[in-house]
C-alpha cells in the first residue's frame, strides 16, 4: 500500500508547505537526509495557542502534536516529491509549551510519533526528544521537527 493510501484511508489531506514565519527555509536536503524546520501547532490555520497544565490537557496537547504531523508531512512531500521515497523517519524532536510542573510532554508527543507509525509503519519508528520549554513562537502549545532519510 502507497504513503497517500494510508493518508487517504486516515481521512488526511496533506496541506501545501508550511510558509516560514522568520529567516529560515522549511526544509534543507543533503545527500539522503531532509532536516524540517520546527512547526507550530495550529488550529484552523492559526497558532494553537496554548500552555499545557495551564489551560491544554495531555489529550489535547496530543491532538495538537498530531496536527504538527500532519503540516510536517505536507513539508516533507514538498521536499522529496513522493512520501513513498521516505527510507526512515530518523529524528522528532518535540517542544512543548508547558508549566514547570507537567511532566507529560513525551504523551504529547505521542501525538506526533503515533501518525508516523501509521503513516510509514516500520520505517516511521524514529529516535525521539521531547522537552517542555517556557514559550514557543506565536505561543503555540507544540512545535516539532523532524529528520528523514529518504532514497
Not at 508531512?73 to 516529491?81: E, R, Y
Request: charged fraction near 20%; proline fraction near 5%; glycine fraction near 10%.
Amino acid at each position: 500500500m502507497s504513503i497517500y493510501d494510508r493518508l487517504k484511508d486516515l481521512g488526511i489531506e496533506l496541506p501545501p508547505i508550511a510558509i516560514p514565519a522568520a529567516a529560515y527555509v522549511p526544509f534543507v536536503r543533503t545527500g539522503n537526509l531532509v532536516f524540517l524546520s520546527g512547526h507550530i501547532a495550529k488550529r484552523d490555520g492559526k497558532p494553537w495557542v496554548g500552555q499545557l497544565g495551564r489551560n491544554i490537557d495531555t489529550a489535547t496537547g496530543k491532538l495538537a502534536a498530531r496536527a504538527v504531523a500532519i503540516d510536517l508531512l505536507g513539508t516533507l512531500h514538498a521536499a522529496v516529491g513522493d512520501l513513498n521515497k521516505v527510507e526512515r523517519i530518523v529524528k522528532v524532536m518535540s517542544l512543548v509549551n508547558s508549566t514547570p510542573e507537567f511532566i507529560e510532554q513525551h504523551l504529547v508527543t505521542n501525538g506526533c510519533s503515533e501518525l508516523l507509525g501509521e503513516v510509514f509503519a516500520d520505517k516511521g519508528a524514529h529516535a525521539r526528544s521531547a522537552f517542555g520549554v517556557a514559550q514557543i513562537p506565536l505561543g503555540a502549545c507544540v512545535e516539532i521537527e523532524l529528520i528523514a532519510q529518504v532514497s
